[in-house]
């Protein structure tokens, strides 16, 4: 059966304001006002800079943003809601995964390069869904000649030799043998539309089909550069087509060879110089990168091993963000209205550690506070995806309807605050553990507990986990 078209989300988060994107952030994130407003601005401020002259928008820098704050209490959380907000590229990626030229690690510029990749994939699946109506009819013409074959056209008419007869003794006579007859094109027509209308009621998805398939393997090249070890940027296959490609037959069921070749049709259909353009574009206006663990490579010079290379990061990582132009397989990207996000727990370091240059391209900071036990009962009620709602949900595919009463939650909290204070603070996330031990004995048995209710209560909580949090040993390990 050929697939519908899945419709494109309506509302653009960079057409959203302010208070729509805080809105929206609410869903999934408790508290943490200035963090979400400080983000909010700065994707209007995106917007606004176009709206304006281009030769006045080109001066007009991104404001980019650097979150503090501990472990756990949402930065993370903040971005990851962003990215499946914005349709604009969006990258996250850690700091500490990079180092100065002459050490182990990635080069900076690769950040760009994957932002690149994420906003090739974008663009490719929305210029499919613009050609997939016309790509559906060519897959399902091309799948009706798998089903309903042209008859073979006919041979050369045979000739047999008879003896005997004619003119004399031994004489040879050619007879002509009738060819095979045709399927009139009437017929094959009928014949077709009667399969057309099987395949797209689904009646034909168990059948068997061989199609052509092509097959790809790309070398993986790296080289040396003067910025460290690096994947060469060239696309071979439209160097050399067909070197590093070849195609194949094979068996598989109609419900398949649909997807196929829907796929193969639509990148038929699609420009890649087009595609590549338009992925640069949404890189150099739209892009996003999130920073995290910037207080990682926060430190200067004076030390020797490992920590030396701090700076080092500091000052490879000063161009991107100022601006600059990388090269990728796609084109050469500016990165000067990129927009960043960075973030860090600074338990260590502080950011004024950071390089003065480094700290001036960051001109927006915003506080996140740690949790307190009612944000602990917020973040277990009220986001969308609860851990609670998680759970309940998670064990209802056992057939067994499992809730929390207020006692329950209320005691969860407090158990997480008292964890998190006598051992290491790791936020929100304490809560994860605390749930995984509370419900440990519930997931196991929930095969055998089908069409029963349990509720969670106050004192099933303290009974099942008080022992744990008291010894402080064991809740080192356990939780």
Do not use: C
């Not at 983000?39 to 943003?65: F, G, H, S, T, Y």
């Not at 057309?196 to 790809?216: C, F, P, Q, Y």
Request: no cysteine; aromatic share 4%.
């Amino acid at each position: 059966m050929i697939p519908e078209p899945t419709p494109l989300s309506p509302l653009h988060l960079e057409d959203m304001v302010p208070r729509q994107i805080v809105a929206e952030l609410d869903k999934y994130v408790v508290g943490q006002r200035e963090a979400k407003r400080a983000v909010a601005i700065a994707l209007r401020n995106r917007w606004r800079r176009q709206q304006l002259d281009p030769e006045l928008a080109e001066e007009i820098a991104p404001k980019n943003i650097l979150m503090i704050g501990p472990t756990g209490v949402g930065k993370t959380e903040i971005s990851r809601r962003l990215a499946k907000l914005a349709r604009a590229p969006f990258l996250k990626v850690e700091a500490s995964k990079f180092t100065e030229v002459g050490y182990v690690g990635r080069d900076v510029e690769s950040m760009i390069r994957d932002l690149t990749e994420i906003a090739v994939a974008m663009v490719k699946e929305e210029k499919r869904e613009a050609v997939l109506e016309t790509a559906r009819a060519r897959a399902e013409d091309r799948l009706l000649e798998l089903l309903v074959p042209v008859s073979r056209p006919p041979r050369t008419p045979a000739y047999s030799t008879v003896f005997g007869g004619g003119a004399g003794p031994g004489a040879a006579e050619e007879v002509r043998e009738p060819p095979p007859p045709e399927e009139p094109p009437e017929s094959l027509h009928e014949t077709r539309e009667k399969f057309r209308a099987k395949l797209r009621a689904g009646r034909l998805d168990d059948r068997t089909v061989e199609i052509e398939m092509e097959e790809s393997s790309f070398p993986s090249l790296e080289m040396f550069t003067p910025q460290g070890v690096e994947e060469v940027g060239i696309n071979l296959k439209d160097m050399l087509p067909g070197m590093f490609s070849r195609r194949r037959r094979q068996k598989v069921k109609v419900a398949e060879a649909v997807e196929i070749l829907l796929q193969q049709e639509a990148d038929k259909l699609i420009d890649r110089q087009q595609v590549a353009r338009e992925a640069r574009n949404r890189v150099e206006q739209g892009g996003i990168i999130f920073l995290d663990e910037i207080d990682k490579v926060a430190g200067r010079e004076g030390g020797r091993g490992p920590d030396v290379s701090r700076e080092g990061v500091q000052r490879d990582l000063l161009p991107i963000v100022e601006g600059t132009t990388v090269s990728t397989k796609y084109g050469m990207v500016k990165t000067d209205h990129v927009l960043f996000f960075a973030a860090g727990a600074f338990h260590v370091s502080k950011p004024s550690d950071l390089i003065p240059e480094l700290q001036g391209r960051f001109p927006i900071r915003v506080e996140l506070h740690a949790l307190s036990e009612a944000d602990f009962v917020r973040i277990l009620t009220e986001p969308e995806t609860a851990l609670t709602k998680q759970y309940a949900a998670l064990l209802s595919t056992e057939g067994l309807a499992l809730s929390f009463t207020e006692d329950a939650v209320a005691e969860l909290a407090r158990l997480a605050v008292e964890v998190n204070s006598t051992t290491e603070n790791i936020g929100a996330r304490r809560l994860a553990t605390l749930m995984e031990r509370l419900l440990d004995e519930v997931s196991f048995e929930a095969p055998d507990m089908d069409g029963m209710e349990l509720a969670i209560d106050g004192e099933y909580v303290r009974r099942t986990l008080a022992g744990i949090v008291e010894d402080h040993d064991l809740s080192r390990y356990v939780l």
